[in-house]
């Protein structure tokens, strides 16, 4: 019998349009992809399950507090950088005021709705994070 690796973070990718919201990492070098684009989310806290990690990260980073139906999408993926543990990806969609309500947090050099494309293709965009989000546009157009 197998068993399942910890559940260690969430993500989300925020669609409003043909952009997604995005942020630029503190350009630290103690921390995984410094200086990347990424997506909000982060390590769960406590016994939190992925919807509530993802969403309570999202509140700390960008002041945006969803209901869990907002999240639309779910995949479960293996971390290379986090030792084979499980981390959940969400996809939902975001409404004009709700960018408009951003609050952008202390985490971060800045936050951009970068056009899906460009992050995608980014040359510094969280590699696993262009996959994941890939996989989602992929399964939402089938």
Same mark, same amino acid.
């Given at each position: 019998m197998?068993? *399942?690796?910890? @559940? +260690? &973070?969430?993500?989300?990718? %925020?669609l409003?349009?043909?952009?997604?919201?995005?942020?630029?990492r503190? !350009?630290?070098?103690?921390?995984?992809f =410094?200086?990347?684009? !990424?997506? =909000?989310?982060?390590?769960? /806290?406590? $016994? *939190?399950? =992925?919807e !509530?990690?993802?969403?309570?990260?999202?509140? /700390?980073?960008? &002041? %945006?507090a969803?209901? =869990?139906?907002?999240?639309?999408?779910?995949? !479960?993926?293996?971390?290379?950088?986090?030792?084979? $543990?499980?981390?959940?990806? @969400? &996809? &939902?969609?975001?409404?004009?005021?709700?960018?408009?309500?951003?609050?952008?947090?202390? /985490?971060?050099?800045?936050w /951009?709705?970068?056009?899906?494309a460009? @992050?995608?293709?980014?040359?510094?965009?969280?590699?696993?994070?262009?996959?994941? %989000? +890939?996989?989602?546009?992929?399964?939402?157009?089938?």
């Open positions: 197998t068993t *399942e690796p910890p @559940f +260690a &973070g969430a993500k989300i990718a %925020l409003h349009g043909a952009s997604v919201l995005t942020y630029l503190d !350009d630290f070098a103690h921390i995984p =410094p200086g990347h684009w !990424d997506l =909000p989310g982060g390590a769960r /806290e406590g $016994a *939190e399950s =992925p !509530d990690c993802a969403l309570r990260e999202l509140e /700390e980073e960008f &002041g %945006l969803l209901p =869990p139906e907002r999240l639309l999408w779910r995949r !479960d993926y293996r971390s290379d950088h986090l030792g084979g $543990a499980r981390v959940v990806f @969400f &996809g &939902g969609y975001l409404a004009a005021v709700e960018i408009e309500a951003i609050r952008f947090g202390s /985490e971060g050099q800045r /951009e709705m970068m056009a899906t460009d @992050f995608l293709a980014h040359p510094i965009g969280v590699p696993h994070l262009q996959r994941h %989000l +890939a996989d989602w546009i992929s399964a939402a157009t089938c």
